[in-house]
């Protein structure tokens, strides 16, 4: 490692480094605004100014920026020279010349970058007294404000935007000495990244409108480490809470995951927890009033659980594991179900024992934005894993750049210069796909097909790079062109990834991602899988290997008098109407626990209200197999609200004999976990147990900057109220607890003296834009094992062909609308797509329909109308509507659907 000499005293960094990095990385203060970690130098800022020197008798030495200069051996430079601070400072003082004093009423007053630099480099007064330049703001839409006025021409913003997340509405605009930074004109930012701007921007010019409606300081925010609840990637986030009520969502770095970004869906969708249609009381059907109280609950609860009764569990994918398994402790491992319809379940089995047989590694998206080509196989990322997208379309960018380097050899940090050098070149990326995708822009490769001819090209494409896996038989002279061309490109790659998923409902599609991974992986190269789940825990209820909803609905259909318990799932969302009528008509009580009223609470015959993930402690299994934790971050309103596992246990201990009722704690919830599933070994140290502490310390959930109470609530009670005592983790309610870096899981926020902004979390890594100390959280349950010989998936389907007068009916999904939970925030109902059916041309025209005609489609009992949309991306002999709507709610997706000849089901 070289050494260099800061300020006369060595220290070995690591090679390949800038200066700027090498400095944060040892803990030293070094001001910046326009580097950032993920984006890269470009120096446009001057802020990082520091003195270099030639040797050891150099006394002057020459001032250079920080960003933009590489580490070398020997090299000798100073941060506290009068030079470099003064230039530092006077770099300041021009950004402040145009500022506004707002200070007070600025939304990022208090965790501003800007205030922490201007702090750390001296400058303290205003000398400038003359008229500063102003700009108009724009309307940028329900989830970003902008504030030009407070723009220090960083370029970060436009940097993210379109050169990281491509996005093409928001741009720099410049006339003489005036630049602008925002849309061509007014109007919504297109980008579902849109979000990160209030972190990237180091000032208040983007920050957080939906923060506004309910503003708070940040500092005044009770905080927990979270994990995000929309999909199946398990981002980890900051959830902030003040006065009973969830108010933001910020980005909670692990560097194995999300790292420094979040999709708008995870950043705003958190809405549904302060929505009016929470459930915040027991009910009991039939009884006046129907709202009762706990002992009243609890006795009638007692009686319909007495021994003699059946009971049978629904078990979630958006529930915790710890919950799911207290379901399952409850009834009874013959008698719980998982909660995934048959066809869901059948393809959430096949991804779980894949991975689990560890002949192909799951990638994280950390490996996915490494990889040097990536092959996409039938899933619209896009739409069903955002940030999944955003690391595909880093690793074409880097991979690009990776080639570019080996020819011209540039430093990796050089942001501007390596953009300038690789131009529109682009790494491998193949994007084979239902329809189109926003990601077929930066594909080299780009095809839409039917799920069955994906596959089989899948198939092809495994067997070219190595003919030990099964032929396609009777495969076209086209078919094999495209695997051909497809292999040759794959084969030149070191890191491949390929990636699929459970979003189109094809078990080929499964397995030929698999196939073409194992065949990959020989030698040097080592390929990696990635497949996109449904829900957030969807691959927690998959290794349980538990029965779905068929197996439940049969058992009633054999059995009289059975009763269910159902935990946190809209069992409408997943079966037609009528079949979910008919099972809960044929159980003699429904008990549901939820947080939200939907179609089943309605038919519950006992209603229990649950937390969400902001009310509760738990376990979350993400699509690559990481389990990783969430933390409450507040104690519900209503006494009533608890985790869905605590009521879960305490109906279970109303029969228990004296002295053995069951008090759990969460790590003692996975503990059991850990051993009755050997597939969930290791589980049990995804976070510190709940009696760890730190000297003696809690962590504290609040900032020492914690205002505590104010008078808002002055009219409730005028006294301080006790601080909620949590006996279930290490954190504690209060500012007052352990002041160091606790464990990466049990990280609250992050903060640093002299750095109040998201920056701050250079602190508490063990390298820029490296792992968080002590390593990031999470435990990965799966593993390669490099003894298990290759075996391949046979079973290759026959070529799609459209049968006379029907059509294939598949799921489209929307990054807004599809989703269950963050539909309840107002902006992300707004973005939802209305209803549509997507057909192709030929099918249309042959059904005598167009754009805008309507469409007749049988979804259970119900006849729904659509209109029609004629898309030219799609296969002939497939119907898509949009997933997660109302209107499809129940919709047998994979189904052949009849029609007649003038369009209607």
Partial sequence: MPTI?????????????????????????????????????????????????????????????????????GLRISLTDTTSKAFREQVVEWLMTNHPHDCPVCDEGGSCHLQDMTVMTGHDYRRFSYKKRTYKNQYLGPFIHHEMNRCIQCYRCVRFYKDYAGGK??????????????????????????????????????????LRQHYTRKWDLTMAPSVCTHCSLGCNITAGERYGELRSITNRYNGDVNGYFLCDRGRFGYEFVNSENRIAKPIIRNRVGEAVDEDTLMTHLKTIFKHGNKFIGIGSPRASVESNYALMDLVGKDNYYNGLSEFENLLAKLVAKTL?????????????????????????????????????????????????????????WHDAAIRELVQEERGYFANITLAGSALDEIANYKLHSSPDDIARLGYAIAHIIDPGSPAVKNASDELLTKAKEIADALLKAKNPVIISGTGCLNEPLIKAAHNIALALNSGERKAEICYVMHESNTMGLALTQAFGLDKAIERTE????????????????????????????????????????????VKAHVLIPSATFAEADGTMV???????????????????????????????????????????????????????????????????????????????????????????????????????????????YTMEGYDGIPPSSLIPFFWSPGWNSIQSVNKYQDEVGGALKGGDPGVRLFEVDKSKPKTYFEHIPYPFTAKPDHLLLLPQFHVFGSGELSIYTKAIEDFAPEPYAALSEPDAEKMGLSDGSILNVKIGEKKIAFPVCVHKAISNGIVLLPAGLTETAGAIWGAWINFSANGHS
Avoid at 577 to 586: E, I, K, P, Q, T
């Fill in 558 to 601: 054999r059995e009289e008098g059975l009763s269910v318990v159902i935990l946190e799932n809209d069992l409408y969302r997943s079966l037609p109407g009528n079949v979910v009528d008919r099972f809960l008509s044929r159980c003699k009580n429904v008990v549901v626990l939820d947080q939200l009223n939907n179609a089943t609470t």
């Fill in 622 to 732: 993400n699509n690559e197999g990481r389990a990783q934790s969430f933390f409450q971050v507040f104690n519900p309103a209503s006494n009533y609200v608890r985790e869905a596992w605590r009521w879960l246990y305490a109906i279970k201990d109303l029969n228990a004999a004296p002295g053995n009722e069951t008090f759990p704690h969460p790590d003692e919830i996975l503990s059991r976990v850990e051993k009755d599933y050997p597939m969930f070994s290791g589980i049990s140290k995804v976070s510190p147990a709940h009696d760890f502490r730190v000297n003696g310390q809690r962590i504290p959930r609040e900032p020492r900057r914690y205002s505590g109470r104010t008078a808002i609530r002055a009219n409730i009670s005028v006294s301080e109220p006790r601080p909620f005592q949590d006996d279930d983790s290490p954190l504690s």
């Fill in 5 to 73: 000499f800061i300020d006369n005293k060595p220290f070995e960094v690591k090679a390949g480094k800038n200066l700027l990095e090498a400095c944060l990385s040892l803990g030293l203060d070094l001001p910046y605004f326009c580097w950032h970690p993920a984006l890269g130098s470009v120096g446009a800022c001057r802020q990082c100014a520091i003195s270099m020197f030639k040797d050891e008798n150099d006394q002057k030495g020459k001032l250079t920026m920080a960003c933009m200069e590489g580490v070398k051996d």
């Fill in 169 to 210: 509405d928001l741009d720099v605009f410049a006339a003489h000495n005036h630049v602008y930074f925002g849309r061509e004109k007014d109007g919504v930012l297109e980008s579902p990244f849109s979000g990160n701007l209030a972190e990237v921007c180091p000032t208040g010019v983007f920050t957080d409108e939906t």
């Fill in 356 to 412: 689990q047989s560890g002949t192909v590694r799951s990638a994280s998206l950390k490996d996915v934005e490494k990889a040097d080509a990536v092959l996409i196989l039938g899933e619209d990322v896009w739409n069903t894993a955002p940030m999944l997208a955003l690391s595909v379309r880093q690793a074409v960018l880097k991979s690009a750049a990776a080639e570019a380097l080996q020819q011209t050899p540039l430093p990796q």
